[in-house]
């Protein structure tokens, strides 16, 4: 323990002639500057080298350019973790991620922590920032929306779309979706490779049955449990599949997948 603090400390001489304050910080977020920084413990480190963690759309961009310590050590991702406050925190998993991020990090400074009525401000600033940024999404599907009623797929053209062609769709209750992305589920040798260019409502209200004849989009006479499954399948498949061609706002690809 004590070598452990005499490291810490002279590593701390070294990069002492730097100190960042958390408005500083945020330029370093991989968008704003192409470095990415995080600062944990009072320590801000260069993470740029771990940018498939941290870098824009990955699993833990929201660290990137800010105080993070509660945030990792929990670990939560909500913003109201998202700062470096301790206060609550086990030890040894504070410690874990010390030593974590100094073997693997280079220090590059010390931080200036928001007191807590900056943190306050900030982090209504940045909710306000999403809201915005969540109203344009949501002004830019209906747009999107819009011009895609004017687009219909006939039957034929929908069957040209099957397990054998380079883009596999589906029709699940009128709407058109692009499969592609899922070709392991729907491509050629595929559990359901018969459900790419074909209306597949009744296929998975019946809990993914593959049999040609409820390959329909005709509901009549299933029951209520039935309409559920086929409700939670739909749901399911909107959010694993590519925009559709009739309605973009209808599907969506994660960035995980």
Known sequence: MLRRIACYAL????????????DELEAFDGVTRPEIFLAYGGDVYDVTSGAHFYGPGM???????????????LPSLDDDDIHDGAAGLDPA????????????????????ADTV??????LARRRAAAEAAEAVRLAAAEAAAEAAKERTVSLAELAAHDASNAELWLCISGYVFDVTKSRYLYGAGSPRSSFAG????????????????????????????????????????????????????????????
């Open 198 to 257: 074909a209306c597949v409502g009744r296929a998975l209200a019946r809990g993914g049955t593959p049999r040609a004849e409820d390959h329909t989009d005709n509901l009549a006479g299933l029951d209520t449990a039935d309409l559920a499954r086929l409700n939670e399948r739909t749901t399911y498949c909107l959010l694993y599949t590519s925009p559709s061609p009739r309605d973009a706002t209808l599907s969506r690809m994660p960035s995980s997948a």
């Open 93 to 112: 998993a504070v410690d874990k991620w010390r030593d974590h991020y100094r073997t693997k990090y280079p220090v590059v400074g010390a931080l200036i």
């Open 59 to 73: 699993a833990y961009a929201k660290f990137a350019g800010r105080a993070c310590t509660r945030g990792v050590a």
């Open 11 to 22: 590593l701390a001489l070294c990069v002492a002639e730097k100190r960042f304050t958390e």
């Open 117 to 122: 009525e900056q943190r306050g401000a900030r």
